[in-house]
């Protein structure tokens, strides 16, 4: 233990600032990643979910002649794009809700006079 501390006083104060600095964040970081791990599991879900959509969605496009889509087709094609919308309701409140993350961002406070002579 003493060969450590011997470690850590011999470190610049700016260097053991921005180490304490990183691990904080690496802590916050990891304690929000945690708390939202089931909210990013299902954002990739309804990804995926949306790119499967979306691919039928292309195929149905494809069966169309001079813009139109034959009845039973265009049936599925307003229900994939109606699910596809639900899907990105779905997917914006849960980025809303879990898209960002805190920092802790080192703020430097001077020790000098405000007003230089």
Known sequence: MTKAMNIWDKIPGLVKLLIIYAVLNGVIYGAQELYYYGDTKKMNQLKSEMNNIQ??????????????????????????IDQYNKKVDEYNTLNEKSGSRWWLIPIPIGHGSINPK
Not at 55 to 80: D, F, I, K
């Open 55 to 80: 691919n039928e969605v292309a195929t149905l496009e494809s069966r169309a002649t001079n813009g139109e889509l034959a009845e039973p087709y265009y049936s599925r094609y307003q229900s994939n």
